[in-house]
T-cell receptor, first 113, second 114 residues
Framework: NAGVTQTPKFQVLKTGQSMTLQCAQD?????MYWYRQDPGMGLRLIYY???????DKGEVPNGYNVSRLNKREFSLRLESAAPSQTSVYFC????????????FGPGTRLTVT | AQSVTQLDSQVPVFEEAPVELRCNYS??????LFWYVQYPNQGLQLLLK??????LVESINGFEAEFNKSQTSFHLRKPSVHISDTAEYFC????????????FGTGTRLTVIP
């Protein structure tokens, strides 16, 4: 099993450009998540998807959109990138049920200039 | 929503010395508790978890954490650290409802000094 995979690993964007971060998991998990990690702030939840076909806002959703394409894939889109979106983005997944840990991808390091 | 506090942002410690990384959470409802570790330029890996039962949980590499319900704490300890333990450690809490969202602390960077 590959676990949770993310593409790309690194990306540099100019202000105003758009891009989509891809995430896929092969563990048959129902729930998937997008986080951003900034120094001194830990991980903050951007969006999550409790099951295929549903998505919900997390703590910091402004400037982002998501798509739960199918059970395996959950993408994050920046429509008009801003320097404040410079961050490391992590995708995670878990089984539904309440007592299962989340499994994380390796992250995407995004710089917006 | 839960609030998770990791008071120490950085903890330097000499090799083979003991260490404690502190974690407190806000809610008194039933929770599931996790410690994750992040090595440089990597994603997060689960270190250990408390779901129910014994309040002392252990990892395979010598870390342990104790769930203290009255103090709403889940401190991480290791009696003797190694250079390889240098990493960032995150405490996380789940209420086990809905989408099983995790609430993270801001992290503690552990640096082991030779």
């Amino acid at each position: 099993n590959a676990g949770v995979t993310q593409t790309p690993k690194f990306q540099v964007l100019k202000t105003g450009q758009s891009m989509t971060l891809q995430c896929a998991q092969d563990m048959n998990h129902n729930s998937m998540y997008w986080y951003r990690q900034d120094p001194g702030m830990g991980l903050r939840l951007i969006y999550y998807s409790a099951s295929e076909g549903t998505t919900d806002k997390g703590e910091v959703p402004n400037g982002y959109n998501v798509s739960r394409l199918n059970k395996r894939e959950f993408s994050l889109r920046l429509e008009s990138a801003a320097p404040s979106q410079t961050s490391v983005y992590f995708c995670a997944s878990t089984r539904t049920g309440g007592n299962y840990e989340q499994y994380f991808g390796p992250g995407t390091r995004l710089t917006v200039t | 929503a839960q609030s998770v506090t990791q008071l120490d942002s950085q903890v330097p410690v000499f090799e083979e010395a003991p260490v404690e990384l502190r974690c407190n959470y806000s809610s008194s409802v039933s929770v599931y508790l996790f410690w994750y570790v992040q090595y440089p330029n990597q994603g997060l890996q689960l270190l250990l978890k408390y779901l129910s039962g014994s309040t002392l949980v252990e990892s395979i590499n010598g870390f342990e954490a104790e769930f203290n319900k009255s103090q709403t704490s889940f401190h991480l300890r290791k009696p003797s650290v190694h250079i390889s333990d240098t990493a960032e450690y995150f405490c996380a809490v789940s209420e086990g409802t809905g989408a099983n969202n995790l609430f993270f602390g801001t992290g503690t960077r552990l640096t082991v000094i030779p």
